[in-house]
Every structure is written in structure tokens, then in C-alpha cells.
């Protein structure tokens, strides 16, 4: 059975500071790993990997991926309060999305 | 810009009651899936479709069916709903089953089940 473990499960931090997310795995086929924000309603997506040791990045937020040590983290620098909220990693292989349970990040002003 | 559109915001049923869930999606997927997201749980996947007429049981299919009768829509449907299927209902689109394509998600439904 496909399995995502995400950790902290929650984080609260001082706006400024810089946070790290961890998303481990265990996935037949592994085709993709995704990073989705999720606010009041649908998660919207941030990232997708495929590749070991490449890194993404959309601004502030970066992320990267170790197939061989199966997990992914992803750094959020010089958080705002618009980066509150829960953060899902989810991983595809054979058919479907396996999702993590989340980390919710709340940031104080 | 991928649209997911699902019916109903807020809906409260009662126990024993059928609920019909509708998703719709403008982007002309194969693929759509209908999961569930509760506290400490996570998203789990109930059922999914990647072609018109054509479904797939998920992680967590008791207690629920599915139809796609026309490729952008896909309903989920509760043939008596019990009180512990309160939950927020979460539609899903994406272009293929078997690439790395993200999935587009609707806004949820957030179902209380009295």
C-alpha cells in the first residue's frame, strides 16, 4: 500500500522566519511528487518533481526531491501570513495520488 | 485556466437520505476523481474515472457509487447516508491517467450528515 508521511504535522513561526516541510514516501512505480497549498477551501497547486536533485522554485518557495532516500521538503524563506495554511505533499505511481495528511503552517505577524 | 466546478458548497442531509454530489470540469480530462478529506486523515481517494462510463474503486469506496455518463462531469452519489460520511468532498480533474500531471481540484463540498 502507497504511503505519504508528512512532518511537523503543525508549525507556527514568527513572520520573517524561513520553514522547512518534509514529505517521506513509499510508492509502487513512482511517477511524480506534488506540493499543493490548501487555504479555507480547494489545495492549489505549487509543485510537481520527478527528478532527483533538481530544485523548483516559484518565489519564495523552493523544493527538492531525493528518490533514493524517498522524501521531498519544501522551504518557504522570509514567511509572510498569506503563507499560513496546510501544506499537502501527495505522490502518484501506479494510478492515483497518494496524499499526506498535511502540515499546517500558521504564521504570526 | 482549468475550471473544477462542484454543485453545492454546504449541504446538510439526514441519515438514510440519497445525496447526489456533481463535479464538472471545462478542460476536457479524462481523468476524475472524487476523495474526501477529514481532520488527521488526509485526502483519500474514493473512487476515480479515467474514461466516460468507466470507473475505479478507490481507497474508501463502501458506502458510496459514482457515475460519468458524459466525459466532464462526474457525480458521486451517497445511497443513504450515514453520519459518519460528514465531510468535505474534494473533485478532482487531470489531462492523463499515466503521466505526472497534477490534478486540478473543485472548491469541495462540505456535507453534514444530521
Known amino acids: 500500500e502507497d504511503k505519504v508521511v508528512q512532518s511537523p504535522l503543525s508549525l507556527v513561526v514568527h513572520e520573517g522566519d524561513t520553514v522547512t516541510l518534509n514529505c517521506s514516501y513509499e510508492?509502487?512505480?513512482?511517477?511524480?511528487l506534488l506540493w499543493y497549498k490548501q487555504e479555507k477551501k480547494a489545495p492549489t497547486f505549487l509543485f510537481m518533481l520527478?527528478?532527483?536533485?533538481i530544485e523548483k522554485k516559484s518565489g519564495r518557495l523552493s523544493s527538492i526531491l531525493d528518490k533514493k532516500e524517498l522524501f521531498s521538503i519544501l522551504n518557504i524563506t522570509a514567511t509572510q501570513t498569506g503563507d499560513s495554511a496546510v501544506y499537502l505533499c501527495?505522490?502518484?505511481?501506479?494510478?492515483?495520488?497518494?496524499f499526506g495528511t498535511g502540515t499546517r503552517l500558521t504564521i504570526i505577524p | 485556466d482549468v475550471k473544477v466546478t462542484q454543485s453545492s458548497r454546504y449541504l446538510v442531509k439526514r441519515t438514510g437520505e440519497k445525496v447526489f454530489l456533481e463535479c464538472v470540469q471545462d478542460?476536457?480530462?479524462?481523468?476524475m476523481f472524487w476523495y474526501r478529506q477529514d481532520p488527521g486523515l488526509g485526502l483519500r481517494l474514493i473512487y476515480f474515472?479515467?474514461?466516460?462510463?468507466?470507473?475505479e474503486k478507490g481507497d474508501i469506496p463502501e458506502g458510496y457509487s459514482v457515475s460519468r455518463e458524459k466525459k466532464e462531469r462526474f457525480s458521486l452519489i451517497l445511497e443513504s447516508a450515514s453520519t459518519n460520511q460528514t465531510s468535505m468532498y474534494l473533485c478532482?480533474?487531470?489531462?492523463?491517467?499515466?503521466?505526472?500531471?497534477?490534478?486540478?481540484f473543485g472548491p469541495g463540498t462540505r456535507l453534514t450528515v444530521t
Open positions: 478532482a480533474s487531470s489531462p492523463s491517467l499515466f503521466s505526472s500531471y497534477e490534478q486540478y
Open positions: 501527495a505522490v502518484r505511481g501506479n494510478e492515483k495520488l497518494t
Open positions: 510508492v509502487t512505480n513512482f511517477r511524480s
Open positions: 474515472s479515467y474514461d466516460v462510463k468507466m470507473k
Open positions: 478542460m476536457d480530462h479524462e481523468n
Open positions: 520527478t527528478s532527483s536533485g
